[in-house]
């Protein structure tokens, strides 16, 4: 059965910093990987997604993730951090023939002025 | 553009009484998921329709589950005698067919159910 593993729980960084949160899934064929962004009390945002191809994917609002096999890992990163990003952000991967999306638990971005 | 809309957002009973969610997804999307989420964890897939058939459960859909997508547009997810462990928010997704997951799922903003 495949896992996803978000070890940063909840992350701080300044405004126009950059930011990368960490996602390492466990899965034995290519997986099928997402990023969703999820603000309180709402439902969940999909920013990108990763099927094939290119391993540097880009989404919206200016994020983007690379896809590295060896490393199990599908990192999200945006070079400058709005204020609006503060939220909670999940990994999600999907396995070959089902249709559940296994998510991680998490990480949770604060912005600071 | 419509998204997935769930109704109601909120929802207090008193343990041991039966409740009901509703989803309606894109309207042409084919496929609808239900997860639910606790706090501080990720969303965890209940179960899965295609049209009007329901083909996938997991096992934490327990006997007092149950969801249904009578003509393969909206659906409900009802819960019987309800538990304190109960307590979450239920979301909704609804998705195009395709091969595999090639179509994302679209999340609606979730009912979340407190019980006293």
């Known amino acids: 059965a495949q896992s996803v593993t978000q070890p940063d729980i909840h992350i701080t960084v300044s405004e126009g910093a950059s930011l990368e949160l960490r996602c390492n899934y466990s899965y034995g064929a290519t997986p099928y990987l997402f990023w969703y962004v999820q603000s309180p009390g709402q439902g969940l945002q999909l920013l990108l997604k990763y099927f094939s191809g290119d391993t540097l994917v880009q989404g919206i609002k200016g994020f983007e993730a690379e896809f590295k096999r060896s490393q199990s890992s599908f990192n999200l990163r945006k070079p400058s951090v709005h204020w609006s990003d503060a939220a909670e952000y999940f990994c999600?991967?999907?396995?070959?023939?089902?249709?559940?999306?296994?998510f991680g638990s998490g990480t949770r971005l604060q912005v600071q002025p | 553009d419509t998204g997935v809309s769930q109704d109601p957002r909120h929802k207090i009973t008193k343990r041991g009484q039966n409740v009901t969610f509703r989803c309606d997804p894109i309207?042409?999307?084919?496929?609808l998921y239900w997860y639910r989420q606790t706090l501080g964890q990720g969303p965890e897939f209940l179960t899965y329709?295609?049209?009007?058939?329901?083909?996938?459960k997991s096992r934490l859909l327990s006997d007092r589950f149950s969801a249904e997508r009578p003509k393969g547009s909206f659906s409900t997810l009802e819960i019987q005698r309800t538990e304190q462990g109960d307590s979450a928010m239920y979301l909704c997704?609804?998705?195009?067919?395709?091969?595999?997951?090639?179509?994302?799922?679209?999340f609606g903003d979730g009912t979340r159910l407190s019980i006293l």
């Open positions: 999600a991967v999907g396995a070959t023939g089902r249709r559940a999306l296994t």
């Open positions: 997704a609804s998705s195009l067919g395709g091969t595999d997951l090639n179509q994302p799922q679209h």
């Open positions: 309207s042409e999307h084919n496929r």
């Open positions: 329709f295609q049209n009007e058939a329901q083909l996938e």
